[in-house]
């Protein structure tokens, strides 16, 4: 009976320790499970911020030659990217469309590189395609970018940031996804051949990100044709052939609901420098792109010849080292004004 009792006593022990273990166990989980998303969650928004700077680098990169150069006078933008507050594009604009557009796109391509080189935890390759129908020379396979992982972030990261049922709200999302779908259609087919002595009887494809500058200029002929829209019963609409017409997910191009300020004439208001003083480089061939800028705001030119030392000539010393020679290059400097 003792035997019995002491027994008893030494499972109701064992079940209770049994019970505190699983608990204790189940509340370490919870914690190692909450530190994981955090830390996941930041690698994503560092991800994020870098494609942020990435997206406007590459705005002024093709606009540096234009009235409108993509300078944004609040410096504090930089802290804040990829947001753009409202109080910093305050108005509704095609520069401010575009750079929605292109911060999407950047951040989009950027989250989706990062997943293909494996630098994000539990994300890598695409999904495999389904095999077109009938006799084929090729066949998905490899490591193709995974795109949905890229968009679906860049929503829950971007997106979800925009709050209400407002004109700008909506323009601001269909702008975001513009930029979203120009990286998707900008998708290209690589392949590697397979077969005796490279006959390439047989290929493996995956589907590839184009590069990001490719993605940019698709984004600037979108610039340049982008719609102006009203927002009418919670909805966008666009004006054709005197008819409202709803602008839907579909749409592709840019939209803008204000028309643009005058960029060639200084507003410090509204943080708009003017042309009178901007400098515009190039090389001697190019030299009557600058001159058309002054020209565009009715603005007289100097250009000035200039000599700068540039690498060239360089070579490979063994297997690592480039060795180069400094050579003086010619170039123009324009300065409107």
């Known amino acids: 009976m003792n035997l019995f009792l002491v027994s008893l006593v030494v499972l109701l022990f064992l079940d209770l320790s049994l019970q505190e273990h699983s608990k204790t166990t189940k509340s370490d989980s919870i914690r190692e499970s909450s530190f994981l998303r955090q830390r996941s969650y930041n690698l994503l928004w560092s991800i994020v911020k870098e494609g942020g700077y990435r997206g406007l680098a590459e ?9 409108w150069n993509c300078s944004l006078h609040d410096k504090n933008v930089f802290q804040k990217l990829p947001i753009f507050f ?15 557009a292109i911060s999407a796109a950047a951040i989009t391509h950027e989250l989706t590189v990062q997943c293909r080189q494996n630098r994000i935890p539990g994300c890598r390759c695409g999904k495999t395609r389904k ?39 909506a323009f601001n999302l269909h702008n975001n996804q513009v930029g979203r779908k120009v990286v998707r259609s900008k998708l290209r087919k690589e ?27 698709e984004l600037k002929r979108k610039y340049r044709s982008a719609i102006r829209v009203s927002f009418i019963n919670s909805k966008l609409h666009r004006r054709d052939n005197n008819r409202d017409r709803l602008v839907t997910r579909k749409q592709k191009k840019l939209v803008y609901l204000n028309s643009s300020p005058d960029f060639c004439v200084r507003n410090s208001t509204a943080g708009l420098p003017g042309l009178r003083g901007r400098t515009c480089v190039s090389d001697l061939e190019s030299e009557e792109k600058c001159r058309s800028l002054c020209n565009s705001c009715n603005l007289p030119h100097r250009t000035a010849e200039r000599h700068r030392q540039v690498k060239c000539r360089c070579k490979f010393v063994w297997c690592c080292t480039v060795k180069c020679e400094l050579c003086t290059e010619k170039y123009s400097l324009t300065t409107c004004g």
């Open 59 to 67: 705005c002024q990169k093709l606009f540096q030659n234009e009235i």
């Open 191 to 217: 392949c590697r051949c397979h077969g005796v002595t490279g006959s390439c009887t047989m290929k493996t494809c995956w589907k590839e990100l184009a590069l990001f500058n490719v993605i940019g200029q």
């Open 86 to 100: 409202k109080r910093t594009l305050p108005h509704a604009t095609r520069e401010t469309a575009f750079l929605h």
């Open 131 to 169: 095999q077109p129908k009938g006799k084929s020379d090729w066949q998905w396979g490899g490591c193709s970018d995974d795109i949905k992982f890229g968009e679906k972030e860049t929503r829950r990261f971007i997106d979800r940031l925009e709050k209400g049922n407002d004109a700008r709200t």
